[in-house]
Structures are given as structure tokens and as C-alpha cells.
């Protein structure tokens, strides 16, 4: 079964949403194999529909306070919901920023690293925010892979420092 359009011809708003049985709702996300993160949706919808009046927040800081949603989370609906320019970073586009920006961090896990990410922040275009993440993520998981990168695929072949540190071996 699509899940999704299923999802939205029964809850086509948030009211539906937030008025949903939890078996109903079981049932409907148990495809996804999530289903043991049912009470955190719950809470999710009920923190959205009694703090903030039934409204996803347009606001990094209070998405960050509902339940569930973290940093990653919460810029990505700013990105794909509200088109606001923030970076989506994960792993896979940090290490396509690394490798062809020389973009680095001290952090272990640099996808959380609050100074660079409100830096790369600066660097989205802002007519095109989802467009410019869904390519970092594309790339990155795709082509600009971990341990064997695609080199021959890669649109940032010209300018990657992974490539240039091979060819001086």
C-alpha cells in the first residue's frame, strides 16, 4: 500500500489529523515500519494542535521544542514546507560540501554543528532552497558515496579534494 496518499485522502487537514483514533493511525503507518514511533506522533500532533493553535511552526526554535523534531527535522520543514533558504545537512551532503568546498568541522558529528550550518545557511539560494537540499542530498547518498565515490558521475568532479588527494597517491 502507498502510504501517503492514503495518509492525506483520510486526513486531507490537521483537525482530521489531530481528531485521529491511535489504532486508525496505527494502521495507516504500520507499512512504514515505524510503528513504535506512534506515541512520539501523537504527542507531535497534540503539542502542534494545543500550543500552537493547530499551525506547524515557521520558526527553527519552536519546531526544536516539539516532540521528535530535531534540528535536521525542523530545517526541513523550514526548507520544503515554508521554501525558507536554510540547509538541510546530514552526513551525505556535509560530505559532498567537505569534499568539493573544503568544508570542515571539529565536530564528530558535523552535520550538527550549529556555526557551520548557520554558515551554510548563508550560502542557499533563496529562490530555489529545496531544489539546492534535494540535490546536496542526491548527490551526496548517490554519487559522492563514502567509500567508493562515482567519480565519473559527479558534477563537482573538477573541483573535488577527495579526487585530488587519490591522484597524489
Given at each position: 500500500?502507498n502510504?501517503?496518499?492514503?495518509?492525506?485522502?483520510?486526513?486531507?487537514?490537521?483537525?482530521?489529523?489531530?481528531?485521529?483514533?491511535?489504532?486508525?493511525?496505527?494502521?495507516i503507518?504500520?507499512?512504514?515500519?515505524?510503528?513504535?514511533?506512534?506515541?512520539?506522533?501523537?504527542?507531535?500532533?497534540?503539542?502542534?494542535?494545543?500550543?500552537?493553535?493547530?499551525?506547524?511552526?515557521?520558526?527553527?526554535?519552536?519546531?526544536?521544542?516539539?516532540?521528535?523534531?530535531?534540528?535536521?527535522?525542523?530545517?526541513?520543514?523550514?526548507?520544503?514546507?515554508?521554501?525558507?533558504?536554510?540547509?538541510?545537512?546530514d552526513?551525505?551532503?556535509?560530505?559532498?560540501?567537505?569534499?568539493?568546498?573544503?568544508?570542515?568541522?571539529?565536530?564528530?558529528?558535523?552535520?550538527?554543528?550549529?556555526?557551520?550550518i548557520?554558515?551554510?545557511?548563508?550560502?542557499?539560494?533563496?529562490?530555489?532552497?529545496?531544489?539546492?537540499?534535494?540535490?546536496?542530498?542526491?548527490?551526496?547518498?548517490?554519487?559522492?558515496?563514502?567509500?567508493?565515490?562515482?567519480?565519473?558521475?559527479?558534477?563537482?568532479?573538477?573541483?573535488?579534494?577527495?579526487?585530488?588527494?587519490?591522484?597524489?597517491?
Amino acid at each position: 500500500m502507498n502510504v501517503y496518499p492514503h495518509f492525506v485522502d483520510r486526513f486531507p487537514d490537521f483537525d482530521s489529523l489531530a481528531a485521529a483514533e491511535e489504532w486508525e493511525l496505527e494502521n495507516i503507518i504500520r507499512p512504514l515500519g515505524r510503528s513504535g514511533r506512534l506515541r512520539q506522533l501523537l504527542a507531535l500532533i497534540t503539542s502542534v494542535r494545543d500550543v500552537h493553535k493547530s499551525v506547524i511552526p515557521r520558526d527553527l526554535a519552536s519546531l526544536e521544542c516539539l516532540p521528535g523534531i530535531g534540528q535536521y527535522s525542523a530545517r526541513s520543514v523550514l526548507c520544503m514546507a515554508y521554501r525558507l533558504p536554510v540547509i538541510m545537512l546530514d552526513p551525505n551532503s556535509f560530505r559532498l560540501l567537505s569534499r568539493a568546498c573544503n568544508i570542515n568541522t571539529s565536530k564528530n558529528r558535523p552535520h550538527t554543528d550549529r556555526n557551520l550550518i548557520e554558515r551554510l545557511d548563508r550560502e542557499v539560494p533563496p529562490d530555489h532552497p529545496r531544489e539546492f537540499n534535494l540535490a546536496l542530498l542526491d548527490v551526496g547518498s548517490t554519487i559522492c558515496r563514502n567509500r567508493t565515490p562515482r567519480h565519473e558521475l559527479c558534477p563537482l568532479v573538477s573541483v573535488c579534494l577527495r579526487l585530488d588527494d587519490e591522484r597524489s597517491q
